[in-house]
């Protein structure tokens, strides 16, 4: 098993998924079908091209336990904020 290739596509992964979290919950499937799915697609094609699917399903599953833990410790308690809270500056507001 190659490490360097687990820890790099459980980086990826883990980028991906708490990204994903951290989205308000409206955009969650615009993100989903725009960014995860096309991700998801080049990596199973990497791996199928390397043949390191070993690889490939270990940092899955690292980055999934990771991102679980951190949602329990801490995302549960502080979710994403909402665009509603966003407030743009003109000219007249300086």
Known sequence: ???ANVFALTLGALVLFLGWLRVERGRRRVIFWVLIIPIC???YRWAAFKGQFAETWTAFGIALALSLVWWLAWGRK??????DAIKVWGPEDT
């Open 41 to 43: 697609f080049l990596t």
């Open 78 to 83: 502080h979710p994403p904020g909402s665009s």
């Open 1 to 3: 098993m190659n490490w």
